[in-house]
């Protein structure tokens, strides 16, 4: 293996937008194929369900400033006097706005202060608070912090005094769980063996002792490097634990996490479509680390898919490539950090913040005090922050059932739309391109609103009228953001824009049911469409399934209600859908009890279809 001082800005540098080859002087030769089991990739792929969580819940992806943008450039961690210069600057400037989280990164092995159980105190050991001090200091301005560590690092200074024991196991010395060969940073921070004696409670602990001191997310990085050993750039550059180790990791880290703190996954190689990550995690990353921010890092380098971190190079094709495990219910995409300084013009910072807000993606503004200039309105939109607000997790305009990993015609990366809770429609127009390009939808052949639907552009503020359709030339790298409101009465939500487990996969290729597609494979025990809709003042409302059985026959469905933000039992009932083969679609309604606000409502197979496929177009409420 390579060892080397493995700093983040090392890692950064290896790693950067474009950057896709190994550098010079790796010990290995060919590429990953050589070290890595290749992931399982295909369409259609189960989908596992989501870890039980509050984020889950709310579906809110987060609206944060980080300490990147100075870290990245100086390489190195940020001052504590820096930190509350920083912080009171977003607090000012952008809490009014809904942002409520500031966030660590990075630049973390100068913390070798640690407590009796081998865990950090501070950010830095030159820092005279500590992480409680800044908990309280935040919550007293209404603010929350996330904090940056993974659970499965140990401290040299844990490991230099054997005094420091594994909480609730006092027999065991931290310093017993790992290795002098197995450093994470040199001299600096090592990894955690999960097959000693005390390791889960070192790593439970750990969340514990984070989420107790008021911490609302965790985000643990390098998870690849754990996995497998494997870099992008570098190479083989440490041990490969494999895949075991690592799913014990995923496991104990989502068990002591709990309800209430996000688990936010980063560098994950998501093996077999993401099957462990996505019912661990609350987040996880799709792309490059942003580095220097700008349009390359945004859209360009590296287009094609790879069976490991990062799978896409940027996001606009990480988004896309894994708009299938997105959506209601399910665990959210993670695009890193936004620098609006980092891009050329305006057009290109508003479409990074538009394309993050449609993807579902966290808003973590990274420009710091000195360097957001006259940018911060990028980040001020209040109507794309209202998108935020509601939990919206919207998808690219699908054109198959393909998998983006082999037919990347199979999604349209330029053209994404999606559904708030109150049923209204939100799209969103990009030109990727480096001249001006014309970008259009048909409400009514492609979202299937046949009626004239009021129209209003998020960006300027205007209200467009009442519209069939939408057609405009954008500008190079710009990109527009449109508000559907149907007509009052009952609300129609997409099943392909809802979140698809279990096995149910979007379609369109069915003879007599193209349309605008559905989602199918309800026939399967557990196959799942959630979706996310607002119940008003609550109370019972009528739901209506629009389905259809092609080969004829019935089946039973079942109709779970999840609300609020606590993880609850659900109030589920049992509907039977029949239909007579080669039909059309059909309806089927039941009544269902919704809370106030927003609810998850799911539908799922039983396993007892007669005669084979159910595919599912939409709902209906009210």
């Known amino acids: 293996m390579i060892l080397v001082d493995t700093t983040r800005r090392t890692f950064l540098t290896a790693s950067g937008a474009g950057a896709s080859g190994l550098l010079v002087g790796s010990t290995l030769g060919a590429g990953p194929a050589d070290a890595l089991p290749q992931a399982a990739e295909g369409n259609p792929v189960p989908q596992p369900r989501a870890r039980s969580s509050a984020r889950m819940r709310t579906g809110r992806p987060g609206l944060q400033w980080v300490t990147y943008g100075y870290n990245q450039p100086r390489n190195q961690n940020i001052p504590e006097a820096e930190w509350k210069r920083n912080i009171d600057w977003f607090i000012e400037n952008f809490k009014p706005y809904g942002y409520d989280t500031i966030c660590t990164d990075g630049w973390i092995e100068s913390s070798q202060r640690v407590n009796q159980n081998g865990y950090i105190v501070a950010q830095n050991d030159e820092w005279t608070h500590d992480f409680r001090y800044w908990v309280d200091y935040l ?20 490991r230099a005094d054997r005094s420091i024991r594994v909480a609730g196991r006092p027999d065991v010395a931290v310093a017993d769980l790992t290795a002098d060969w197995d450093p994470f940073t040199k001299d600096k921070i090592y990894w955690l063996d999960p097959n000693k004696d005390g390791a889960k409670e070192y790593a439970q602990g750990m969340v514990r002792y984070f989420r107790d001191l008021g911490a609302v997310r965790l985000r643990s990085d390098f998870l690849c490097w754990f996995d497998t ?44 479509h993401g099957s462990a990550e996505r019912s661990t995690g609350d987040s996880f990353r799709v792309d490059d680390d942003a580095g220097d921010g700008g349009w390359d890092w945004l859209s360009a380098g590296r287009q094609a898919w790879r069976p490991y971190w990062t799978q896409w190079s940027n996001p606009f094709t990480g988004f896309t490539g894994w708009a299938d495990v997105n959506g209601p219910g399910l665990i959210g995409l993670d695009g890193d950090f936004l620098i609006s300084s980092g891009f050329a013009n305006d057009d290109e910072r508003r479409t990074a913040v538009s394309l993050f807000t449609l993807a579902g993606s966290p808003i973590c503004v990274s420009d710091t005090v000195d360097t957001i200039g006259d940018h911060a309105w990028a980040f001020q939109n209040k109507e794309l922050i209202e998108l935020n607000l509601d939990g919206f997790a919207g998808k690219p305009v699908f054109h198959s059932n393909h998998g983006f990993n082999w037919d990347t015609t199979a999604r349209d990366t330029e053209r994404w739309v999606g559904q708030l809770t109150d049923g209204s429609w939100v799209v969103g127009l990009f030109n990727r391109g480096d001249a001006a390009a014309t970008r259009s939808v048909d409400f009514a052949g492609e979202l299937g609103l046949s009626k004239p639907v009021k129209v209003r552009d998020l960006w300027k503020h205007e209200d467009l009228g009442p519209r069939t359709s939408y057609s405009a030339t954008l500008p190079a790298h710009g990109c527009v953001v449109l508000k559907l ?9 997409d099943a392909q824009l ?15 049911y193209t349309g605008t597609g559905y989602v199918t494979n309800l026939h399967a025990n557990g196959a799942t469409v959630s979706f996310a809709v607002d119940g008003g003042a609550g109370g019972s409302k009528p739901v209506s399934l629009r389905f259809a059985l092609p080969r004829g026959g019935s089946a039973d469905l079942t109709l779970t209600v999840l609300s609020g933000a606590k993880v609850d039992a659900g109030r589920s009932s049992k509907v039977t859908v029949s239909a007579p083969a080669g039909g059309e679609w059909s309806t089927r309604t039941a009544t269902l009890t919704l809370e106030k606000g927003r609810n998850l409502v799911l539908v799922t197979g039983t396993g007892t279809s007669t005669r084979g496929p159910v595919h599912l177009d939409s709902i209906s409420v009210g």
């Not at 698809?500 to 069915?510: H, I, L, P, T």
């Open 498 to 512: 809802g979140g698809w487990s279990g096995g149910a996969v979007f379609d369109n290729e069915d003879a007599g």
């Open 229 to 272: 050993g494997w870099d992008q750039n570098l190479g083989q550059i440490q041990r490969e634990h494999g895949r075991d180790s690592y799913l014990k990791l995923l496991a104990w880290l989502d068990e002591s996490a709990g309800a209430d703190m996000t688990v936010s996954l980063v560098l994950p190689n998501m093996d077999f």
């Open 139 to 158: 919550a007293q301005r209404g603010m929350k912090l996330s904090l940056y560590y993974n659970p499965f690092w140990i401290t040299q200074s844990a």
């Open 485 to 493: 409101s149907p007509p009052s009465g009952a609300r129609r939500y």
